[in-house]
């Protein structure tokens, strides 16, 4: 027998394995039926909850879960915020808003933006609509956030908050597979929160979905509603957990752990601090703990400080760097790379920038970018020149304005997301069409027929109009074309 025919009957052969082989467990049904999850998760409560010391050696530089029983009850946020006191005290502040359904789905309309809402309508809606709030949280909120002492006692881990979100839906909340960039402290304050978690040593069974190759987060193409694996055989070897959450407990989730949530009950609400990588840090600085640290404490949120801070109105920055071990640690590797101190051309020509001049985007609800002032601000001695001691010297303010200016901009994070969601070509197209058939066009008109066909905004229906027929009510399609 040659060789190609015994190719042909290996190919023949596989083929008949594969018809006739039982599919596999769980083929084709929800997330987790391919094997009973097995991998447990620590559960602590205050009482027995590790300190700083032990908890960053044990579950943070490991990779390693854990939950927190009952760790928020005693916090502000979890006995303050009914809907009534959300609604009464912070009513006007915004937050962004996606559909329930991740990655599916379109982004809804809040009360006057896409993916933008206030709290007040929020609050009014959320039980009845697909709005799911996934937003950094306004910072008047921060003082009704508990911290759970493992983390904020004392200790470094307290002194590196990147970044609060609040995660709030009216149930039903769904999420991908996915992992995020940053260590987070998860605490539920109102409903129930089922978890597949799934290490990030088994990254090379989740169907990773090819991104940028810098991207740290990442999400996996596994359909969790009906998970392929034929498709995706290699999944069904991933050991997992099945956990649940309920409100006032806080999970600690690792940086980069695979996890997917769903959320019941009809007021979900979360809150997630996220926390430094620490990446390759063996041991946290604890000098600051002592005999007087309170260990079984929950402090809130306005006594720490955070990297990133927003108010509530206007651009958010969510999704930002960190600013110790990101920016300030890419700017030393910079000068060291250079092996001498950086110029003001040197930092700008390494981020792609010209000095002294905004970039070529238009960043219109931001302020403008200028990586000179920001070289400023990081030259504490005005010499034009950029130390290492400088950077290490830096304040958070300026490594804050630094990452501001070399940051990309995340049209998400914006009022203009109606922009980047429905392009310049399909609202000409839609002027085209309303053209085509009527020769004269109002602006009731036009505003319906864009909310409805474009699915964007009032808002941004009549800046439209006004582009057409400036303050006029009406134009006539020969006055446009
Ligand atoms: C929820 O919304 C649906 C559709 O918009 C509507 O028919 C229903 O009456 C609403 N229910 C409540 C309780 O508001
Ligand atoms: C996971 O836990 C939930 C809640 O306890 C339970 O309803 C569900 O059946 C569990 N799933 C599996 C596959 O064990
Ligand atoms: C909120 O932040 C913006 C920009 O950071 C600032 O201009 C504004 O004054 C702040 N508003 C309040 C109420 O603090
Ligand atoms: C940028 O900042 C520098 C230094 O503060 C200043 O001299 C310059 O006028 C600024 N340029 C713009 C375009 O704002």
Not at 3 to 15: E, K
Request: hydrophobic fraction near 35%; proline fraction near 3%; charge should be negative.
């Amino acid at each position: 027998m040659n060789i190609l025919r015994l190719f042909l009957l290996g190919v023949l052969l596989s083929c008949v394995l594969a018809v006739t082989a039982d599919t596999p467990v769980g083929h084709l049904q929800v997330l987790g039926s391919h094997r009973p999850p097995s991998i447990d998760i620590d559960e602590f409560t205050l009482d027995n909850a590790p300190k700083p010391e032990a908890f960053y050696r044990d579950y943070v530089r490991n990779g390693k879960a854990a939950i927190f029983r009952g760790a928020v009850l005693g916090s502000k946020g979890f006995n303050l915020w009914t809907d009534e006191y959300i609604r009464e005290n912070y009513g006007e502040l915004e937050a962004r808003i996606e559909g329930k359904k991740e990655k599916g789905g379109g982004i809804p309309v809040g009360e006057t933006y896409i993916g933008r809402d206030t709290l007040r309508h929020f609050v009014d809606t959320y039980h009845n609509s697909s709005s799911y709030m996934v937003s950094e949280l306004p910072q008047q909120m921060f003082k009704e956030v508990g911290i759970i002492p493992s983390v904020g006692a004392c200790g470094l881990m307290a002194k590196r908050f990147v970044e609060i979100d609040i995660w709030w839906n009216g149930g039903g909340g769904k999420s991908i597979i996915h992992k995020d960039a940053f260590n987070q402290i998860n605490c539920l304050f109102r409903g129930t929160k089922q978890w597949k978690l799934f290490e990030y040593k088994y990254e090379k069974w989740i169907y990773k979905h090819v991104e940028r190759e810098d991207a740290i987060g990442g999400f996996s193409d596994v359909n969790v509603d009906a998970v392929d694996l034929i498709k995706h055989k290699d999944f069904a070897k991933i050991p997992w957990s099945n956990i649940t959450i309920y409100a006032g407990d806080c999970l600690y989730l690792p940086k980069s752990y695979y996890h997917q949530v769903y959320s019941e009950g009809t007021n979900n609400l979360a809150v997630s601090i996220l926390f430094s990588r620490m990446d390759g840090l063996d041991e946290i600085d604890v000098s600051d703990c002592n005999d007087k640290t309170d260990y079984k404490a929950i402090k809130h949120l306005d006594e720490f400080d955070v990297m990133w801070k927003w108010n509530g109105s206007g651009y958010m920055s969510m999704g930002r760097g960190d600013l110790v071990y990101g920016h300030q640690q890419d700017l030393i590797e910079n000068i060291n790379d250079f092996g001498e101190d950086l110029t003001v051309d040197m930092l700008s020509e390494s981020q792609g920038l010209i000095a002294g001049q905004a970039p070529k985007e238009k960043f219109p609800d931001l302020e403008a970018r200028n990586i000179s002032r920001a070289f400023e601000l990081l030259d504490l001695n005005g010499n034009g020149r950029l130390s290492v001691e400088e950077v290490e010297g830096a304040t958070w303010d300026a490594l804050r304005y630094y990452g501001l200016q070399i940051e990309e901009y995340e049209p998400s994070n914006s009022y203009i997301f109606e922009y980047s969601l429905i392009p310049y070509e399909k609202v000409r197209w839609l002027v085209t069409e309303c053209f085509k058939r009527y020769e004269k066009l109002t602006r009731a008109k036009w505003v319906k027929l864009y909310v409805k066909n474009l699915k964007g905004t009032e808002h941004y229906a009549n800046i439209v109009f006004d582009g057409l027929a400036g303050s006029a009510d009406v134009v006539v399609a020969s006055d446009v074309t």
